[in-house]
């Protein structure tokens, strides 16, 4: 069970393993981009290519989706980076059902772990297998496998490396639980001390504006924690700015405005301990670009 292109990893190397991948369950097909063509996810396309039947319910409760399911008669769901499922639907197979997730769980536990262990500035992540139960990420885990985080990683590389991890970890997991019976351990034995478990949840628009009250290295881990999806932004005379990559100026120098440009070579903004220069960026209505290339367009009448 899962949707995006995170998942189809898990699935390729399950269909790999010694295990039968007998279904897959993902969100029904629906228009995208400006034509408003009707596209499918990224599971039910490598489903498709390789001739596994596809589920798609408009709703997990639905009785007939819930009959299919019992005649597909699976020995263990698995899901990842799919819908919260019901009860009926997750307590269905005599294996149960397991999820993968992007953290050390108990930590970041919600939608976006990925982006919030970046913007937190954390050194390190991984990927959890655990049982699915009624509250949200809170089951007993399976297996953990530890992720450094780079200096300079941005989310969606950590997302790649993160994607192989897991599928990997997910299938050493399967295997386990195809061996015998396998309770996993609560995650409130996982706590040391009393240390606040942070939280990802969900990211909107407006939790991505960077706060340029705060420091440069807090800046460039905010940054790098929305690239590429869904892109810090600030604002430059009055348009947004969606910023992709940037750089910790090393320079001293007691900024005393706003923003600051050659022109041609560099673009930087003022934060509390200095500056940051821009290198990747997209003003609003624009395509993606360096910042070489937006300084040799830029036509607004800048007060720097």
Request: hydrophobic share 40%; net charge negative.
């Amino acid at each position: 069970m899962g949707t995006p292109e995170f998942a189809v990893e898990s699935l390729k190397q399950l269909t790999q393993s010694e295990h039968k991948v007998v279904a897959v369950v993902t969100v029904a097909d629906k228009p995208a981009g400006r034509g408003q063509v009707i596209q499918c996810s990224a599971i039910k396309k490598f489903a498709d290519e390789n001739n596994i039947p596809v589920l798609q319910p408009a709703k997990l409760k639905d009785n007939a989706f819930l009959d299919e399911l019992k005649t597909i008669n699976a020995d263990l769901f698995v899901v990842v980076a799919f819908r919260m499922l019901p009860e009926v639907v997750w307590d269905m197979p005599p294996f149960g059902t397991i999820n993968l997730h992007g953290s050390l769980l108990p930590a970041y536990r919600g939608a976006a772990p990925i982006n919030w262990a970046v913007i937190n500035g954390e050194k390190k992540t991984g990927v959890t297998t655990f049982f699915l139960q009624q509250e949200i990420d809170t089951g007993n885990v399976i297996l953990q496998t530890e992720i450094p985080i780079g200096a300079e990683e941005t989310a969606g590389e950590l997302h790649d490396k993160m994607m192989v991890v897991g599928a990997e970890t997910l299938v050493r997991t399967v295997n386990i639980i195809a061996q015998g019976n396998v309770e996993g351990k609560p995650q409130e034995m996982l706590l040391t001390g009393n240390i606040e478990i942070p939280l990802a949840p969900k990211i909107f628009k407006e939790d991505c504006k960077i706060d340029r009250s705060r420091d440069r290295y807090h800046v460039d881990c905010f940054v790098r924690g929305l690239s590429p999806y869904p892109a810090a932004w600030t604002v430059l005379d009055e348009k947004t700015i969606r910023v992709y990559k940037g750089i910790k100026e090393e320079s001293l120098d007691v900024p005393d405005q706003d923003w600051k440009t050659d022109g041609k070579t560099y673009l930087k903004f003022s934060c509390i301990d200095g500056w940051y220069h821009v290198v990747d960026l997209q003003l609003e209505g624009k395509k993606r670009m360096t910042v070489e290339d937006f300084l040799r367009g830029w036509r607004a009448n800048s007060t720097f």
